[in-house]
């Protein structure tokens, strides 16, 4: 399975990292289901900064890379998303968002989608959805739900606040973990609670 990791300048480090952490570390992952690429896209392969003021590193751009059914293509948030330097991903997904691969959306990457109507057709969630109706003409916010993340299909959205419920809609979507193991992960995250990681443990058995 390949997953692509969009960079941009100030990506918003906190949004993705029990994303890129479990998925590099592959420490809970399905072993049965073969390996996993993390590979970080970016517009160019310039560095980019997070908001953390981590220099990150593109693997690759975006104009090279040819996307299959099952990859998993993450849009973290940022303060930069609606730089025109951001359009040419957009317009990736704009072709991307009927087939088989898995987009996954936070924060600011919401707003980009929105203002390009790529939410007006289906299920989704956002930081707020008069800020998206201010600032985005073309978003109508008729399948606006107010949670902290939502799948519909291939697309995967959340708000900022919620990078935990975000993970576990992507790592649910794509099986990456078994069953027993994400419900063990999240609950351990998400409660706090130390038989939550015995649960967790006894699920990679």
């Not at 997070?50 to 990859?71: A, K, L, W």
């Not at 987009?103 to 790529?118: D, E, P, R, V, Y």
Request: hydrophobic share 40%; aromatic share 8%; proline share 3%.
């Amino acid at each position: 399975m390949k997953v692509y990791l969009y960079v941009l300048d100030t990506l918003a480090d906190w949004e993705i990292g029990f994303i890129t952490a479990e998925l590099n570390s592959g420490r809970y992952l399905d072993k049965s289901k073969g390996p996993v690429s993390l590979i970080k896209i970016g517009k160019t392969i310039s560095p980019v900064k997070t908001m953390g003021g981590i220099s990150i590193t593109p693997d690759d751009s975006v104009s090279n890379i040819m996307f299959n059914d099952g990859d998993l293509l993450i849009l973290p948030g940022a303060d930069t998303w609606l730089e025109v330097s951001n359009q040419e991903i957009i317009d990736i997904v704009s072709k991307l968002i009927d087939t088989k691969v898995v987009i996954a959306a936070i924060c600011g990457a919401t707003i980009a989608l929105a203002k390009n109507g790529l939410l007006n057709n289906r299920r989704h969630t956002s930081n707020n959805k008069e800020y998206l109706e201010m600032i985005c003409p073309e978003y109508s916010g008729d399948n606006f739900e107010d949670k902290p993340a939502v799948a519909d299909g291939n697309l995967i959205t959340a708000t900022g606040l919620a990078p935990l419920e975000f993970t576990y809609e992507v790592f649910k979507k794509t099986a990456v973990m078994k069953s027993d193991t994400l419900n063990a992960w999240y609950n351990l995250y998400k409660t706090k609670d130390g038989e939550s990681f015995y649960q967790l443990m006894e699920s990679l058995k």
